[in-house]
């Protein structure tokens, strides 16, 4: 019986594959990919010749059968088009039926998209939740966003470029102005990580609308139990204030001081 191996691939630089997993696409009998013509560009770059079969979202289950009679007589390799197969890629059920059969399953350390966004975010990493895909409509996205509200780990998330700023004015309306992170095309020529508040880093993809694969890095809620205000609730404070004949100055500085929000975040609610 076979070995099935779990080989991350490059985000985008192809540098990036290690030499364990270019010694193991080499010697394994099979691999299993998420998209055979983007493997092929790898596997052709470092002269790989190994059988290729795909192993996709569609046909993941119909083709379980294949590789496990595959795994029977040798080894198989498991890929994805970038990154760790079985996080957010097909992978999981494969491992969970290998490991049913009692399959030996190695894991390859190496690329993965939320350890390379959470690290360049610069938010603590010590201990964050991953979770994975946000929902495509806005009262599911924003009903999972009020359920991690309490949540004191950073965040982290894959977004599409599409669905970028809804998301963001989402996260500013239903948690705050959270630090955030928008890691976009890791390892790629257009590599960026753009820093700051919610509402910081949704004006800037306002001017300049976002292209490729996002990873979406947001920072937990306070632990001391100063939660930061929801936007609703900053405006209504914000009105207050200006009601009583603050100047906006004044005012953005009275909410700052209890909301948890930035003095220049609350000042520029008061121009909208």
């Known amino acids: 019986m076979g070995t099935l191996y779990v080989v991350p691939t490059p985000l985008g630089n192809l540098e990036d594959i290690t030499l364990r997993a270019l010694r193991v696409l080499r010697s394994v009998a099979l691999i299993a990919a998420e998209d055979t013509r983007t493997s092929r560009v790898l596997l052709r770059h470092f002269d790989i010749d190994t059988p290729l079969i795909s192993y996709h979202e569609h046909n993941k289950l119909t083709r379980l059968d294949a590789v496990l009679d595959a795994l029977a007589s040798g080894d198989v390799a498991l890929i994805s088009d970038a990154g760790t197969p079985g996080i957010s890629d097909p992978g999981y059920e494969l491992i969970q039926a290998a490991i049913g059969h009692g399959i030996r399953v190695e894991p390859l350390p190496g ?16 201990s964050f939740v991953y979770v994975g895909f946000l929902p495509r409509k806005d009262k599911a996205r924003r009903d999972l966003l009020g359920a991690l509200a309490a949540e004191t780990r950073t965040l982290i998330a894959y977004e599409s470029p599409n669905r970028l700023l809804d998301t963001l ?3 500013r309306e239903v948690l705050g102005e959270r630090p955030v992170c928008v890691a976009r095309e890791i390892s790629k020529v257009y590599e960026e990580f753009r820093r700051g508040s919610a509402g910081e880093v949704l004006a800037h ?3 300049n609308p976002p292209r490729g694969e996002i990873t979406l890095v947001i920072g937990g ?6 939660e930061l205000w929801d936007i609703e609730r900053v405006r209504g404070a914000l009105a207050e204030q200006l009601a009583a004949g603050e100047s906006l100055s004044q005012a953005a500085k009275a909410v700052a001081a209890v909301s948890g929000w930035r003095k220049r975040d609350v000042y520029a609610l008061g121009q909208e």
């Not at 993965?112 to 690290?119: D, G, N, R």
């Not at 809620?221 to 100063?226: L, N, P, V």
């Open 221 to 226: 809620a306070t632990e001391d139990g100063d």
């Open 205 to 207: 993809y306002q001017a």
């Open 169 to 171: 004015q989402a996260v």
């Open 111 to 126: 690329p993965s998209a939320i350890i390379t966004a959470l690290v360049g975010s610069g938010l603590p990493g010590d």
